[in-house]
């Protein structure tokens, strides 16, 4: 016997031994990983052999994958239900409010008196009716002509009390 076979015969056992490990590894790898189960899938749908010797694999691998796709299209349909609540809940109320206030600042301009319409302009022409106020009127009338005439006009006096003025030092 040479020394040589036994050897070979460690290394094939060492490397059969990995290679059991490994599949024991996708075994449990492939029922949380959807990645996994995609790449073990391509490979055992490649070698048909290799399928037939591996069929559980291949079963869960595809259980997975179907566990996968269940577990995103339920996902997707929550996001949707929390979505379409929260439009429901919060903006909906908010563009209602939003809204009513736009049609509120509308009301509120419409409710304001017309500016044709001035109170105080009725005021005025009834008091001029008013004998009284008439008499007071036309006693103020020549004064004030008399008054303006005398005092130097107004964009006289603008001038010259918008000239700066000495500022006196003395403490």
């Known amino acids: 016997m040479s020394p040589e076979k036994p050897r070979t015969r460690s290394k094939r056992l060492c490397i059969e031994a990995e290679e059991a490990r490994a599949w024991v590894g996708f075994y449990r790898g492939v029922g949380s990983d959807p990645a996994i189960a995609t790449e073990v899938m391509l490979q055992l749908d490649a070698d048909p052999e290799m399928k037939r010797a591996h069929l559980a694999l291949y079963l869960s ?37 939003r809204d009513a206030l736009r049609q509120g600042s509308e009301m509120a301009i419409e409710c304001l008196p017309d500016a044709t319409a001035e109170p105080s302009l009725a005021q005025v022409q009834r008091l001029n009716q008013e004998p009284e106020f008439a008499r007071m009127q036309a006693s103020f009338g020549p004064q004030a002509d008399t008054a303006s005439a005398g005092s130097p006009s107004r964009r006289a006096r603008t001038k010259t009390d918008s000239a700066p003025k000495a500022v006196s030092t003395t403490a």
Not at 75 to 81: D, K, P, S, T
Request: include cysteine.
């Open 61 to 97: 691998c595809k259980q997975s994958l179907r566990t996968h796709q269940a577990r995103h299209a339920r996902n997707q349909r929550v996001g949707r239900f929390v979505r379409w609540l929260s439009d429901r809940l919060v903006l909906a109320p908010a563009r209602a409010l």
